[in-house]
């Protein structure tokens, strides 16, 4: 049988989770900026969604939440961007312009050190021209 604990663990991921993917599902939007959130889980290379579309032109926030034991970044190489360190069970933000079109690879250092080779691609911005 589950701890209470981990239980409450498991219902506030649900939360964030479906709290992230209707952000998501909103943030094809024809407005000027638009917010995409993002859930960090366990391990460098899980993310809830894995893409985002956003409109070329939109300033667009990132708000990603660690649901993980360890400190995490999120950076978008091409639109110079980054969180810096994520603490476990904490949220960061980055806001830029979404300026480029295309599909943009984001990613998940380990630390916000890590940011500086940018290795590991997690998911894809498609930006809409």
């Given at each position: 049988?589950?701890?209470?604990?981990?239980?409450?663990?498991?219902?506030?991921?649900?939360?964030?989770?479906?709290?992230?993917?209707?952000?998501f599902a909103f943030s094809t939007s024809a407005s000027s900026s638009t917010?995409?959130?993002?859930?960090?889980?366990?391990?460098?290379?899980?993310?809830?969604?894995?893409?985002?579309?956003?409109?070329?032109?939109?300033?667009?926030?990132?708000?990603?939440?660690?649901?993980?034991?360890?400190?995490?970044?999120?950076?978008?190489?091409?639109?110079?961007?980054?969180?810096?360190?994520?603490?476990?069970?904490?949220?960061?933000?980055?806001?830029?312009?979404?300026?480029?079109?295309?599909?943009?690879?984001?990613?998940?250092?380990?630390?916000?050190?890590?940011?500086?080779?940018?290795?590991?691609?997690?998911?894809?911005?498609?930006?809409?021209?």
């Amino acid at each position: 049988m589950a701890s209470k604990t981990t239980k409450i663990g498991m219902l506030v991921f649900v939360l964030i989770l479906a709290g992230g993917i209707g952000y998501f599902a909103f943030s094809t939007s024809a407005s000027s900026s638009t917010e995409v959130q993002i859930t960090l889980g366990a391990g460098s290379t899980y993310f809830m969604p894995t893409n985002a579309t956003v409109n070329f032109g939109q300033t667009v926030t990132f708000v990603i939440f660690n649901t993980d034991n360890n400190p995490h970044a999120f950076a978008i190489k091409s639109f110079n961007a980054s969180t810096g360190e994520i603490p476990p069970g904490r949220s960061g933000r980055l806001t830029f312009v979404a300026n480029q079109a295309g599909n943009f690879p984001f990613y998940s250092p380990l630390t916000a050190d890590d940011a500086k080779g940018l290795t590991n691609i997690n998911g894809t911005l498609t930006v809409k021209g």
